[in-house]
């Protein structure tokens, strides 16, 4: 797993709370002069200006100070994370750090609320940083760094048993045309290392999709974008609760597309997910014809970034 997201740059000073997270220990410092806790890492006690600081460490449980949920990205490599809910978090031991909530909806975050802390893995090198969550947030499943088969809790499992339509009944195939699209299907993250793999595959290693350093100085985008191609066919990996299954016919083919766009661009490192709708469908001298409107958007994106009119055949 790759992303281009910025790093952690561990000071002299400050290197003992990171190393401190890669272990999943929470490491503050006190002044051994006057007891003050100190948060972030100094060189000396900003109450009574000793040198003399310990690491120590402490639990992490916390109350929220206070927050605001983001949007829109500061950097085009956070899209994947909007809304993002950015904190003051105050430790028991009084201090307050400014860090993002994760696993809360919005209407569960109350200011004043109890938080524990997350040591959220944020590369494949084992650096982790420190996030807040809900007491009854489940956090080893918020520390893992997001993977592409992992499932959303959104996805199909909790939709109701599909409709089984035959495909000699032209009134049940009339009712699913609707203007309104589906719910969403299961997220996945299309990171720099999926986006290289299909270069190497497709031979389109153009640099605004293969070099992150060139693209974030050169590209609109601020960043490397995903290929639109290679977005359109990881819906195959995205299960959209469409709520019915066709039954009935001998066989079922892939006629193509009556229209393909893309929109919006999919920066490395954002999380994508799609939902759809039947558009039409139409008896032909082949078969039947079933068009789909695939819209695959980036989460949180209003714009999709492929539409995809996929025109299915019955035989
Ligand atoms: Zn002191």
């Known amino acids: 797993m790759s992303n281009n997201k910025p790093m952690p740059a561990p000071t002299e000073i400050s290197a003992p709370f990171w190393e401190g997270l890669k272990a999943e220990r929470l490491l503050i410092q006190q002044c051994n002069a006057c007891q003050h806790w ?36 500061t950097l085009p490599d956070f899209a994947d994370e909007m809304p993002q809910k950015l904190a003051v978090v105050e430790l028991d031991e009084g201090v307050r750090i400014n860090t993002n909530l994760v696993g809360l909806e919005e209407d569960e975050i109350r200011i004043g609320m109890r938080l524990q802390p997350v040591f959220a893995e944020v590369d494949d090198k084992g650096s982790r940083l420190l996030r807040f969550t ?47 699209f589906s719910a969403w299907s299961n997220q996945i993250v299309v990171d720099q290392a999926l986006i290289n793999a299909f270069a190497e595959l497709s031979g389109d ?36 609760p469409l709520g019915f299954e066709i039954t009935g016919f001998t066989n079922m083919v892939n006629y193509g597309s009556d229209r393909l766009r893309f929109p919006a661009p999919v920066s490395a490192g954002s999380r994508i997910h799609s939902r759809a709708r039947v558009k039409s469908v139409e008896r032909v001298k082949s078969g039947t014809q079933l068009t789909l409107e695939l819209n695959i958007h980036v989460v949180g994106n209003e714009r999709p970034s492929v539409i995809n009119e996929l025109v299915i055949l019955y035989m």
């Open 134 to 180: 809900g007491m009854d947030s489940d956090v080893d499943s918020l520390k893992r760094l997001p993977t592409l088969a992992e499932p959303e809790a959104e996805s199909t499992e909790s939709t109701p048993p599909a409709r089984r339509i035959a495909l000699d009944d032209e009134a049940a195939l009339q009712s699913l045309v609707s203007e309104e």
């Open 205 to 240: 290693d153009y640099w605004i999709h293969t070099d992150p350093e060139r693209a974030r100085k050169e590209s609109p985008f601020g960043g490397t974008i995903a290929h639109g191609a290679l977005v359109q066919v990881l819906q195959s990996r995205l299960k959209v």
């Open 38 to 73: 100190v948060f972030y890492p100094r060189r000396h006690c900003p109450s009574c200006l000793a040198h003399d600081l310990s690491w120590r460490e402490v639990s992490g449980n916390a109350k929220l100070y206070s927050f605001t949920v983001t949007r829109i990205a």
